[in-house]
Nanobody
């Protein structure tokens, strides 16, 4: 079975940095697009950044210049480097991956989410 697992969240002061990771495992043939989403309490989930299999990236305006998304295809792992963190970045961050498995089924898979809290 395909699984997506996230790690790297925690508590950080404003202006600090965190790096999140997301690793996919299982009977995977290919991963087309991977992305990071976040959801704050009482708010809708929003796309933070995404990256294709060939490295093309997109970012939400609110994180441009502060966050960087990248991936290691050999490790089936995606990262989100978050710098100059602000209190408004506080949210549960979730990984999403568009994956085709060995049964030729293609679907989106979600990680369990990791909490990022930015507070002084």
């Amino acid at each position: 079975q395909v699984q997506v697992v996230e790690s790297g969240g925690g508590l950080v002061q404003p202006g600090g940095s965190l790096r999140l990771s997301c690793t996919a495992s299982g009977n995977i043939v290919s991963i087309a697009v991977m992305g990071w989403y976040r959801q704050a309490p009482g708010k809708q989930r929003e796309l933070v950044a995404s990256i294709t299999s060939v490295g093309r990236t997109n970012y939400a305006d609110s994180v441009k210049g502060r966050f960087t998304i990248f991936r290691d295809n050999a490790k089936k792992t995606m990262y989100l480097q978050m710098n100059s963190l602000k209190p408004e970045d506080t949210a549960v961050y979730s990984c999403n991956a568009d994956i085709q498995n060995t049964y030729l089924r293609r679907a989106n898979y979600w990680g369990q989410g990791t909490q990022v809290t930015v507070s002084s």
